[in-house]
């Protein structure tokens, strides 16, 4: 499977940044048999959570910056999407 250029890139994050979580998983997924997470909501600033996927068949990498919203009914945590990035990996030179 060949690398994702710079304009498909775009198209990938124009399909996937209407979707919640677990849709934009499943689609990432589907998209690349050899797709696998890198991390999973992992804090890497303060008030973000960070999820990667990496798509090793595309040349591409996802990660979705989530923020926790305050839920003051019962104690499940509410996580709300600010930002998805869609980069190349080094290896892509497209």
């Not at 989530?66 to 030179?93: F, H, Q, S």
């Amino acid at each position: 499977m060949a690398f994702l250029n710079k304009d498909e890139r775009d198209a990938l994050l124009d399909e996937i940044k209407d979707k919640n979580f677990n849709r934009i998983r499943n689609h990432l997924y589907a998209k690349d048999q050899k797709g696998r997470l890198g991390y999973y909501r992992n804090v890497q600033e303060s008030g973000k959570w960070m999820t990667r996927y990496i798509l090793e068949g595309l040349g591409t990498q996802v990660t979705v910056v989530e923020t926790l919203r305050d839920n003051a009914r019962g104690n499940k945590k509410e996580y709300v999407m600010e930002e998805i990035m869609v980069e190349p990996m080094p290896e892509n030179r497209l």
